[in-house]
């Protein structure tokens, strides 16, 4: 199969995202393990920065370009963040949706929805802005 990268995002021939979003998720699986290599000991205060500064934006570049509509995308994305959760160790036994209130972050799959709406959100002013 036939791909190209470009600013980052790997187009394959049929328009299908599937490598890009294979590279997304091991990229930050393999973050997510030096991580917890690196870190002898995490709680909820460190384990937020560290996430969300070296973690998360791997699975959220450009995600207005190659958003995820299969449900397996969306598992695998989203099964990132539910593995990264379980790092912090006070947190580990709680179900995902408890860790996620703990820990004050929201879903992948929120944060997608809301910077689509936002992306919207702009385009619409701006076309209001040329009238």
Avoid at 20 to 48: M, P, Q, W, Y
Wanted: aromatic letters at 10%; a positive charge.
């Amino acid at each position: 199969m036939d791909s190209e990268k470009d600013l980052g995002v790997t187009f394959q021939s049929d328009l299908k995202f599937d490598s890009h979003i294979c590279n997304c998720v091991n990229k930050a699986n393999r973050i997510l393990g030096v991580i917890k290599r690196t870190f002898s000991f995490l709680d909820a205060e460190s384990f937020i920065p560290l996430y969300k500064t070296l973690v998360r934006p791997h699975l959220e570049y450009a995600t207005t370009i190659w958003s995820p509509y299969l449900q397996k995308h969306i598992f695998a994305i989203e099964n990132v963040q539910r593995r990264a959760t379980k790092l912090v160790p006070e947190l580990r036994k709680l179900p995902y949706s408890e860790r996620m209130l703990t820990l004050g972050i929201p879903t992948l799959r929120y944060r997608r929805e809301r910077s689509d709406m936002i992306q919207v959100f702009k385009i619409v002013s701006d076309i209001d802005k040329l009238d």
